[in-house]
């Protein structure tokens, strides 16, 4: 069983509004609303991926009780901790001629002492019978910022895997905590190292510091793919993995990152190799900015991107010692 949690789960709507502009009344020519949340996205592509996928997180009030009932309606299993305060909506308009995207997100309810508690022993709980655990997302109000480091912590001591695609300090922590895979972006990664990177060799080097940070295994994401420092087996190698954008009709890259970190859970889980992982993956994302839906992917759709996903062990940088 694979667990996603969620502890800043969302209504998430989209709008397509054409020639967006500021300051003017518009109408959406398209629109959804759906369950969202970064690991609410993962656990979705994961079911569609056929994956055994249980979500947990936190979740309140009305809104709280839409995200569970849209869950439950896609056949997402789900266990989530109900809190007092009511769960945020977030907004995306995305331009159709431009391909802009625009993103507003609520500030999201407070999550009291009391809860997180019921939550952190909700969590250990699913863990004892899991093989992966996925932490997603930034944390709510009331979360202290070591939540993520605390839980990797105990969660590793179960022998499961433990994956944390966050940012700013809830990364920072967490990566501390020695996961096994950490997944950010570009920007995400600059923030985790504390550089921006100007070139290859600064990614490639960048993937080097974050494992000495802690992480065993370190996959950026990139809009072309990702660069990756990950095992094949006992050993740790870089790759490089890329997909000629051309090759999709992007609709909205909204949780293309979610679908991609679900493709590499769902490879992992299925035992293939760091380059079938790499390759699934990226063909995962690319597939997903083709649906209106955050973690929406088509696996037909996927297996047919495969082949253009060029995946490449590079030679090391100069490696800085420990790494
Ligand atoms: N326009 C696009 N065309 C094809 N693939 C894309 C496009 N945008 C993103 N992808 C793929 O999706 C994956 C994730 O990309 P990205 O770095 O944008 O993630 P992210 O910023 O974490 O996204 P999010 O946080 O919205 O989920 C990458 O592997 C990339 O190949
Ligand atoms: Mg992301």
Redesign the pocket.
């Known amino acids: 069983m694979i667990i996603t949690v969620t502890l800043n789960a969302a209504i998430d709507k989209t709008l397509a509004v054409p020639n967006f502009r500021l300051g003017r009344r518009h109408r959406a020519v398209e629109q959804t609303s759906m369950a969202g949340g970064?690991g609410v996205?993962v656990a979705r592509a994961l079911k569609r991926l056929g994956q055994p996928v249980i979500a947990t997180g936190v979740a309140g009030g009305p809104t709280g009780t839409r995200i569970i009932e849209q869950l439950t309606d896609e056949a997402i299993l789900n266990d989530f901790v109900r809190i007092r305060e009511e769960s945020r909506t977030s907004t995306a308009v995305v331009d159709p001629t431009t391909?802009d995207q625009t993103e507003i997100n609520e500030r999201g309810p407070e999550v009291t002492e009391g809860e997180l508690e019921l939550f952190v022993d909700k969590l250990l709980y699913l863990a004892k019978g899991a093989a992966v655990c996925v932490f997603s997302g930034s944390l709510p109000r009331g979360i202290p910022d070591e939540l993520y480091a605390r839980l990797i912590g105990e969660i590793n001591r179960l022998g499961v895997l433990t994956v944390l695609?966050s940012e700013g300090e809830a990364l920072r922590l967490g990566t501390r905590a020695e996961p096994g895979i950490v997944?950010?972006?570009?920007?995400?990664a600059e923030e985790l190292v504390g550089h921006e990177f100007s070139d290859d060799d600064d990614r490639a080097q960048a993937m080097h510091e974050i494992v000495e940070l802690g992480a065993s295994e370190a996959l950026?994401?990139?809009?072309?793919?990702?660069l990756a420092f990950t095992r094949d087996g006992q050993e740790r190698a870089l790759y490089s993995?890329?997909?000629?954008?051309g090759?999709?009709e992007?609709r909205s890259?909204?949780?293309?990152?979610?679908?991609?970190?679900a493709g590499m859970v769902a490879a992992r889980y299925g035992g293939r190799s760091a380059e079938d992982c790499l390759r699934f993956?990226?063909a995962?994302?690319?597939?997903?900015?083709q649906h209106f839906g955050?973690g929406v992917v088509d696996p037909r759709e996927v297996q047919r991107l495969l082949d253009d996903v060029t995946v490449e062990r590079l030679s090391e940088p100069a490696l800085s010692p420990g790494a």
Do not use: H, Q, Y
């Open positions: 970064k996205n391909g695609d997944t950010p972006n570009e920007p995400e950026m994401t990139l809009p072309s793919g990702c993995a890329r997909i000629d954008p090759m999709v992007s890259t909204v949780g293309s990152g979610d679908a991609f970190l993956a990226v995962c994302g690319a597939e997903s900015v955050a």
